[in-house]
């Protein structure tokens, strides 16, 4: 009563699915090499575009960035004004809190504390 009947298919059944696996793995691993190459050929595409993209803005690029470092100086010079103005005008501190300008701290001498500071009159 030794029955060893599976029900696995014949040799040939067998032979016949590896070999259509093996189509379908060689079919597979084409269309990836296929679609690989057209990514790289793309994005090769996409890079020397930008490149020339680049080269062609640097020149204004550099104009902007040295017109900028030029008034440098002056925008420091109005951002001060506005600070000091902020400093004797308490209803315009809103205005350089919402724009990030903080006023250094205040230093106190001992002739002049800060406390002793009077209040701009309101219009």
């Given at each position: 009563?030794?029955?060893?009947?599976?029900?696995s298919?014949?040799?040939?059944?067998?032979?016949?699915?590896?070999?259509?696996?093996q189509?379908?793995?060689?079919?597979?691993?084409?269309?990836?090499i296929?679609?690989?190459?057209?990514?790289?050929?793309?994005?090769?595409?996409?890079?020397?575009?930008?490149?020339?993209?680049i080269?062609?803005?640097?020149?204004?690029?550099?104009?902007?960035?040295?017109?900028?470092?030029?008034?440098?100086?002056?925008?420091?010079?109005?951002?001060?004004?506005?600070?000091?103005?902020?400093?004797?005008?308490?209803?315009?501190?809103?205005?350089?809190?919402?724009?990030g300008?903080?006023?250094?701290?205040?230093?106190?001498?001992?002739?002049?504390?800060?406390?002793?500071?009077?209040?701009?009159?309101?219009?």
């Open positions: 009563m030794n029955e060893t009947e599976t029900n298919p014949a040799p040939g059944e067998l032979a016949g699915q590896v070999l259509a696996l189509r379908q793995v060689f079919t597979l691993l084409l269309a990836l296929v679609v690989s190459g057209t990514l790289t050929v793309y994005l090769y595409r996409q890079a020397s575009v930008t490149r020339k993209d080269s062609a803005v640097r020149p204004q690029a550099e104009k902007i960035i040295s017109v900028f470092n030029q008034n440098r100086a002056g925008m420091q010079a109005f951002v001060s004004q506005l600070v000091i103005y902020g400093q004797t005008h308490a209803d315009f501190q809103p205005v350089l809190k919402k724009y300008i903080v006023p250094p701290p205040a230093t106190t001498t001992p002739a002049k504390p800060a406390a002793a500071a009077p209040a701009a009159p309101k219009k």
